[in-house]
């Protein structure tokens, strides 16, 4: 079955940087898209990043655009997020998830990595 | 404030059909797939509905989907208390070139 973990998260100050993985298994990880998704603490969800399944197309939210960078490594089956410049309101649950297409839907989500922001 | 406008609370008692609008625009809604995702407490979101009305596997029947325009609609038929979740609509957006998310529906079951 499809299994996303996810890790890197702490606690980390603002200005600073973090790098955010995901591990995929069950599937082929190489024919799918992925995205990040956070939440913030009692918040709703946001989407943050997508890739296209060979890492060729990526799009980004407005609001993480030019501080994040999303990227993938086929061949050891990982998603990554490069955070730089954090900002405390980047404080959330980050979720990786499955695409189906880039534009279609996200069917598989893991469990999440805490990032919290703070001086 | 979220793209995608969700009431921020719904209720029914057991057994009662309960209706979460998410209304959106030409450039989302109006122009690509709608999907719906149920969340609880504490866990990863799941994907209720996808391409406006369609379940994946293992979704009870109870949930439906549809879309009119702009706006979109989940509909739990049958209320039951393990429903009581929160529930977001999300959909691609040509305009902004990503995902957007309504802010969601806390559905309690009375």
């Known amino acids: 079955q499809v299994q996303l973990v996810e890790s890197g998260g702490g606690v980390v100050q603002p200005g600073r940087s973090l790098r955010l993985s995901c591990a995929a298994s069950?599937?082929?990880?190489?024919?799918?898209?992925m995205h990040w998704v956070r939440q913030a603490p009692g918040k709703g969800l946001e989407w943050v990043a997508v890739?296209?399944?060979?890492?060729?197309?990526?799009y980004y939210a407005d609001s993480v655009k030019g501080r994040f960078t999303i990227s993938r490594d086929n061949s050891m089956e990982t998603l990554s997020l490069q955070m730089e410049s954090l900002r405390v309101e980047d404080t959330a649950l980050y979720y990786c998830?499955?695409?189906?297409?880039?534009?279609?839907?996200?069917?598989?989500w893991g469990q999440g990595t805490l990032v919290t922001v703070s001086s | 404030q979220s793209v995608l406008t969700q009431p921020p609370s719904a209720s029914g008692t057991p057994g009662q059909r309960v209706t979460i609008s998410c209304s959106g625009s030409?450039?989302?809604?109006?122009?690509?797939?709608v999907n719906w995702f149920q969340q609880f407490p504490g866990t990863a979101p799941k994907l209720l509905v996808y391409?406006?009305?369609h379940r994946p596997s293992g979704v009870p029947d109870r949930f439906s989907g549809s879309k009119s325009g702009t706006s979109a609609s989940l509909a739990i038929s049958g209320l039951q208390s393990e429903d009581e979740a929160d529930y977001y609509c999300?959909?691609?957006?040509?305009?902004?070139?990503?995902?957007?998310f309504g802010g969601g529906t806390k559905v309690t079951v009375l």
């Open positions: 998830a499955r695409a189906v297409g880039l534009t279609f839907y996200f069917d598989s």
């Open positions: 069950g599937f082929t990880f190489s024919g799918y898209g």
């Open positions: 890739i296209s399944h060979d890492g060729t197309n990526t």
């Open positions: 030409d450039s989302n809604i109006g122009t690509n797939s």
């Open positions: 391409s406006h009305d």
């Open positions: 999300a959909s691609w957006d040509d305009s902004l070139n990503g995902w957007v």
